[in-house]
T-cell receptor, first 112, second 112 residues
Framework: SQQGEEDPQALSIQEGENATMNCSYK?????LQWYRQNSGRGLVHLIL?????REKHSGRLRVTLDTSKKSSSLLITASRAADTASYFC????????????FGAGTTVTVRA | GAGVSQSPRYKVAKRGQDVALRCDPI?????LFWYQQALGQGPEFLTY????????KSGLPSDRFFAERPEGSVSTLKIQRTQQEDSAVYLC??????????FGSGTRLTVV
């Protein structure tokens, strides 16, 4: 069963704009991870944020986590055409935190 | 190798045929995972190995699915008597205890 739900399902932006997508989940987590998937390829790990962290940065990526609202957001700043991909959040829970629960993803299209 | 390698990249099977999907994890990665990704969905957990031990197979959808990792490195996911609903991308991932999975590019299985 899928724990995470991404919002929006699809996003189209102009190159140079920022892209924000959200993830909500149902039960308390150990950590939350964001992945990118280019068409027909495997998933690439972007960022892991632990339940006691509120914000994390990696290059042009910024992830926030609000455990009281059971939600996370991924911000991509100054988007590029190469950022066109599907983005998934994945949550790890309890003693089985090796087992990631993925949402259905947000498809981001960056127009040149 | 540098990444997780999966083969074949594509597999077309006739309904009822048996298939075997191979995963070569990153050298030294103890943990290995199989996920199933239906079209337009996020990956769903199938099974987890720590070295050669299969610690969790709760995600395998039926007893037609079988996974092994006999020497703690290469893993094989076998599907017997394939059905149309087995059509999906099968992703393998490996990880270290620090977290964050490295996924392979997947095997796209189409059952006709």
């Amino acid at each position: 069963s899928q724990q995470g739900e991404e919002d929006p399902q699809a996003l189209s932006i102009q190159e140079g704009e920022n892209a924000t997508m959200n993830c909500s989940y149902k039960t308390s987590i150990n950590n939350l991870q964001w992945y990118r998937q280019n068409s027909g390829r495997g998933l690439v790990h972007l960022i892991l944020i632990r339940s006691n962290e509120r914000e994390k940065h990696s290059g042009r990526l910024r992830v926030t986590l609000d455990t009281s609202k059971k939600s996370s957001s991924l911000l991509i700043t100054a988007s590029r055409a190469a950022d066109t991909a599907s983005y998934f959040c994945a949550t790890a829970h309890g003693s089985n935190d090796y087992k990631l629960s993925f949402g259905a993803g947000t498809t981001v299209t960056v127009r040149a | 190798g540098a990444g997780v390698s999966q083969s074949p990249r594509y597999k077309v099977a006739k309904r009822g045929q048996d298939v075997a999907l191979r995963c070569d994890p990153i050298s030294g990665h103890v943990s290995l995972f199989w996920y199933q990704q239906a079209l337009g969905q996020g990956p769903e957990f199938l099974t987890y190995f720590q070295n050669e031990a299969q610690l969790d197979k709760s995600g395998l959808p039926s007893d037609r699915f079988f996974a092994e990792r006999p020497e703690g490195s290469v893993s094989t996911l076998k599907i017997q008597r394939t059905q149309q609903e087995d059509s999906a991308v099968y992703l393998c991932a490996s990880s270290t205890p620090l977290g964050g999975y490295t996924f392979g590019s997947g095997t796209r299985l189409t059952v006709v």
